[in-house]
């Protein structure tokens, strides 16, 4: 295969074990096979889109500019809300227009992008009503991008795009407070506090408070604690994840996502 084929990206909460993954990729190959399809994850929980922004915005810029992005956590498929596409740094996503795309725009509407309403009835020529029912018009979308047609041939412009203000820490010189925001395969807690905010503070030391647990220290690795017992990182995103090291913090400590995580900052 080329090293010069675009890339299309999925991901959904479409699950594997169905055939709709399937119908999708199907969808795109159809009309552009010269295509690096690859899958960021189908198992975001179902109509979840906060975990689906989660995801993608910790995965979409990873990958070379000009990387298509199918998203699609969908509670009102069916319905008549709006099939987008968007272009922002260098990257197309292509999503209902529920908010899944808010993480990628943390400045809000003021960010710069390009976005339209996928309404081109050019992309639906080549399916019957039925296949259409079966993959919406994302794949075809994509395929038409990867073929080189710019932003604007997949429909009308659009000058907005459904966006949520996401939760930001609260801190001062006395502490932090966060909420979880993301628990991962693992049970890992992920908080919405980047490890950075607490370097702006002096301190002799932390106390964090989620659940029943007090942490006293931000550890390098699940390692530095013995098996089962409860620490926290800075995880892979850049924010503070509450872990249990070959266990499951969520279950440990009966946490869901929006429960708070509070820093203390011991002088």
Same mark, same amino acid.
């Given at each position: 295969?080329?090293?010069?084929?675009? #890339?299309?990206?999925?991901? *959904?909460?479409?699950?594997?074990?169905?055939?709709?993954? !399937?119908?999708?990729?199907?969808?795109?190959?159809?009309?552009?096979?010269?295509?690096?399809?690859?899958?960021? !994850?189908?198992?975001?929980?179902? $109509?979840?889109?906060?975990?689906?922004?989660?995801?993608?915005?910790?995965?979409?810029?990873?990958?070379?500019?000009? *990387?298509?992005?199918?998203?699609?956590?969908?509670?009102?498929?069916?319905?008549?809300?709006?099939? #987008?596409?968007?272009?922002?740094?260098?990257?197309?996503?292509?999503?209902?227009?529920?908010?899944?795309?808010?993480?990628?725009?943390? =400045?809000?509407?003021?960010?710069?992008?390009?976005?339209?309403?996928?309404?081109?009835?050019?992309?639906? =020529?080549?399916?019957?009503?039925?296949?259409?029912?079966?993959?919406?018009? $994302?794949?075809?979308?994509?395929?038409?991008?990867?073929?080189?047609?710019?932003?604007?041939?997949?429909?009308?412009?659009? *000058?907005?795009?459904?966006?949520?203000?996401?939760?930001?820490?609260?801190?001062?010189?006395?502490?932090?407070?966060?909420?979880?925001?993301?628990?991962?395969?693992?049970?890992?807690?992920?908080?919405?506090?980047?490890?950075?905010?607490? =370097?702006?503070?002096?301190?002799?030391?932390?106390?964090?408070?989620?659940?029943?647990?007090?942490?006293?220290?931000?550890?390098?690795? $699940?390692?530095?604690?013995?098996?089962?017992?409860?620490?926290?990182?800075?995880?892979?995103?850049?924010?503070?994840?509450?872990?249990?090291?070959?266990?499951?913090?969520?279950?440990?400590?009966?946490?869901?996502?929006?429960?708070?995580?509070?820093?203390?900052?011991?002088?």
């Amino acid at each position: 295969m080329s090293e010069g084929w675009p #890339i299309i990206t999925l991901t *959904t909460d479409f699950g594997t074990g169905d055939f709709y993954v !399937s119908a999708l990729k199907s969808s795109i190959l159809r009309i552009c096979r010269a295509v690096h399809l690859t899958d960021i !994850s189908h198992d975001i929980p179902p $109509y979840d889109i906060m975990a689906g922004a989660w995801v993608l915005q910790n995965a979409a810029f990873l990958y070379p500019e000009k *990387t298509i992005h199918i998203v699609v956590v969908d509670p009102q498929v069916r319905t008549n809300r709006k099939i #987008i596409a968007i272009e922002r740094n260098g990257h197309f996503f292509i999503s209902p227009d529920n908010g899944l795309l808010s993480l990628l725009l943390p =400045d809000g509407q003021d960010t710069l992008f390009d976005a339209v309403q996928i309404n081109n009835p050019v992309l639906w =020529d080549s399916f019957s009503e039925s296949e259409i029912a079966k993959h919406d018009i $994302y794949g075809p979308a994509a395929a038409m991008l990867a073929k080189g047609a710019p932003l604007s041939e997949l429909g009308q412009p659009l *000058t907005e795009i459904k966006s949520y203000r996401w939760a930001k820490p609260v801190h001062d010189s006395n502490g932090i407070q966060g909420w979880v925001v993301h628990i991962d395969t693992f049970g890992n807690l992920i908080s919405n506090i980047p490890s950075s905010l607490i =370097d702006l503070y002096e301190y002799k030391s932390i106390k964090l408070y989620t659940g029943t647990s007090i942490i006293k220290q931000i550890c390098s690795t $699940y390692d530095d604690v013995p098996d089962g017992e409860t620490t926290a990182i800075t995880g892979s995103s850049g924010n503070i994840e509450i872990c249990v090291n070959k266990g499951s913090a969520a279950e440990l400590l009966g946490v869901q996502k929006g429960a708070p995580v509070t820093i203390v900052f011991q002088k």
